[in-house]
């Protein structure tokens, strides 16, 4: 394991290498964060948060809502993407520019080149709400990394590997932090444990996660 800083124009980001694929670039995204808070607020506006059922009926504590050519839906049926809205029958909010020019960039400075993704699942944390373990398989290609970006109150995220018994490692993802997850990574279970109460300056008492994909 090494660290190891790299200039990204006036900014130095911290490449932090989780292992097998996955990369945290600490702080990659802060210099955008208003940015992406605004287009956050234009996609939930067009497509409302919702916290949505499982499977096997519970309903979720975090909130969801999606843009792209593709969106991920959880119900009665099962998980998939969709490209209209289930509420409203629309199609999901396009993909903005902001949110392709920092997942290419990001993938890039992670080591994979030309990652054009169609699809962004963008979830709300309030205090309380949490992911429990799972993995990411409802892509038609894994071989496409996943690039998340965390804004607002910071979070722990687990991660294990690719069985659900794998022990877990903790991090700690904050307000700007983007992670890239190819390779083996790609298939490691992951979640996110309950978020403490807070305030953050950008979100007031709230934590955002996109996580970008190549989901067609
Ligand atoms: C590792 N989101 O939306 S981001 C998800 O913070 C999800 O909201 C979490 O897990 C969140 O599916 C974690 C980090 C992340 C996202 C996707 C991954 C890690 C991943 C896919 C494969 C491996
Ligand atoms: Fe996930």
């Not at 009926?57 to 809502?65: D, H, K, L, Q, W």
């Not at 018994?165 to 083996?184: C, F, I």
Request: proline share 7%; with cysteine.
């Amino acid at each position: 394991m090494r660290d190891l800083f790299e200039p990204s124009g006036d900014q130095e980001v911290l490449h932090e290498p989780l292992g097998e694929g996955a990369v945290l670039l600490r702080g990659f995204a802060a210099a955008r964060s208003a940015t992406l808070l605004a287009a956050i607020d234009s996609i939930a506006d067009a497509a409302p948060f919702r916290r949505m059922i499982t499977p096997g009926g519970f309903e979720m504590s975090v909130a969801m809502t999606n843009c792209g050519t593709a969106g991920w839906v959880t119900d009665r049926k099962g998980y998939r993407y969709t490209t209209h809205d289930p509420d409203s029958g629309k199609p999901w909010p396009r993909l903005p520019r902001e949110f392709l020019d920092l997942a290419e960039a990001a993938a890039v400075a992670a080591g994979f080149p030309g990652f054009l993704p169609d699809a962004c699942l963008v979830n709300r944390y309030e205090p309380g709400a949490r992911l429990s373990l799972h993995q990411d398989r409802d892509e038609a290609d894994y071989g496409h990394p996943i690039v998340s970006v965390s804004l607002g109150l910071p979070a722990t995220f687990q991660f294990g590997g690719p069985k659900r018994s794998d022990p877990v490692k903790k991090v700690a993802l904050r307000h700007g932090d983007v992670v890239v997850w190819g390779g083996a990574s790609r298939l490691f279970h992951h979640g996110v444990l309950t978020l403490k109460d807070g305030e953050h300056p950008s979100t007031g008492r709230r934590r955002f996660n996109l996580t970008m994909r190549k989901a067609l």
